[in-house]
């Protein structure tokens, strides 16, 4: 299922039948958790992350993560889009504001051209903002993977999000990060749709580690670069999952800002 946090409308519902228990990052309501198994961030040490709130075309409620690339552009992955989205950033409990806080409507949505939600391929999307944020101790943006960046199976990156602590577990509203290790791709080979140039195979099998409903979008970091983007798990949360791989879509990203 995506990660997207949409409440289940009939429409949605049967979606994530076609999509044979693929996990929606961002879960069945409104409402965001925790990464599960990971630790909660220190408050506003990740100042480039961005909580969505979205309008999805059949007017419910959802959200996603997402991370601030430019000042005036948001990376999210495609199955986050929605008829509008305000995205709030410099928060670490979503539910408490702070001064810190910067609310920002999003003015226009580049969700990838071959984006295919059936197959969840090509889960990337950028986000313009409508005015640009101000740079702040709690508000910064992200480097993110350069083209010719591929990171080998092995390396221990970490993913960051608002999602479920648990698959039952009742939402958390502060930012949660957990470690993930790159994994070969034959471990993702169960996934219908998983490629290995344009996706990457996260997590340990054997670790109850792992982003779920409510992370859709949100950053995987290695060595405080962001790589990857968080696409689908299982729907039981065991590892691996499969993020959206950042440096294979380098030129679109570069092809959209230069235009805009």
């Known amino acids: 299922i995506k990660l997207a946090a949409a409440v289940g409308s009939p429409s949605e519902r049967m979606r994530l039948l076609v999509l044979h228990l693929l996990l929606f990052l961002l879960g069945s309501t409104a409402k965001a958790g925790e990464i599960i198994g990971g630790t909660e961030c220190k408050p506003h040490a990740r100042p480039y992350m961005a909580y969505l709130d979205i309008v999805t075309p059949d007017h419910h409620l959802s959200a996603c993560s997402g991370f601030l690339i430019r000042r005036n552009f948001v990376l999210t992955a495609a199955h986050c889009a929605g008829r509008s989205i305000t995205v709030l950033l410099g928060a670490h409990n979503r539910k408490v504001k702070e001064d810190t806080w910067q609310m920002l409507e999003v003015e226009k949505q580049f969700p990838h051209p071959k984006y295919d939600g059936h197959l ?33 199976p092995g390396r221990v990156c970490r993913a960051v999000g608002w999602g479920q602590t648990n698959v039952n577990e009742p939402a958390s509203d502060t930012l949660q990060e957990v470690k993930m290790s790159v994994l070969d791709p034959q471990a993702c080979c169960h996934f219908e749709s998983f490629h290995h140039e344009p996706q990457m195979c996260m997590g340990n099998p054997k670790k109850m580690r792992n ?17 990857g983007i968080a696409s689908y798990v299982h729907q039981n949360a065991k590892p691996p999952a499969v993020f959206t ?16």
């Open 245 to 260: 791989r950042l440096s294979h879509y380098r030129p679109w990203i570069n092809k959209i800002l230069r235009e805009n």
């Open 211 to 227: 982003v779920y409903k409510g992370d859709s979008g949100g950053p995987l970091l290695c060595a405080g670069i962001a790589q």
């Open 120 to 152: 969840v391929l090509n889960d990337i999307m950028l986000l313009k903002l409508k005015e640009k944020a101000n740079l702040t101790l709690g508000v910064g943006t992200l480097p993110f993977s350069a083209k010719s960046n591929f990171i080998p």
